[in-house]
Nanobody, 117 residues
Framework: QVQLVESGGGSVQAGGSLRLSCAVSGLSFSTYGMAWFRQAPGRERERVANIVGGATYYADAVKGRFTISQDSAKNTLYLQMNSLKVEDTGMYSC????????????WGQGTQVTVSS
């Protein structure tokens, strides 16, 4: 059974930092691509970053400020978020997709990030 459980969200002032974690069970990073998505109220969900076999992708809005990483020994996915902006506010979720599929099949419940000015 695959489970993804996020943690690390919270409230922070603009310019601050947070590190999100996603504890993963039931799958291996060697056969699954991982990603962080976020959704703000009234907006569509967007992919923030993803990692596949060590290769990373970032949305333009977070490039240079966010870093996605994974620790296979701990079965944990991370998102280090620096220089946070008010527009980074939203519900952040981790997701997993098997290499042979293009869609993310497994999702966590999400963790809220609120950035105030």
């Amino acid at each position: 059974q695959v489970q993804l459980v996020e943690s690390g969200g919270g409230s922070v002032q603009a310019g601050g930092s947070l590190r999100l974690s996603c504890a993963v069970s039931g799958l291996s990073f060697s056969t699954y691509g991982m990603a962080w998505f976020r959704q703000a109220p009234g907006r569509e969900r967007e992919r923030v970053a993803n990692i596949v076999g060590g290769a990373t992708y970032y949305a333009d809005a977070v490039k240079g400020r966010f870093t996605i990483s994974q620790d296979s020994a701990k079965n944990t996915l991370y998102l280090q978020m620096n220089s946070l902006k008010v527009e980074d506010t939203g519900m952040y979720s981790c997701a997993a997709r098997a290499y042979e599929f293009s869609d993310y099949r497994y999702w966590g419940q999400g963790t809220q990030v609120t950035v105030s000015s």
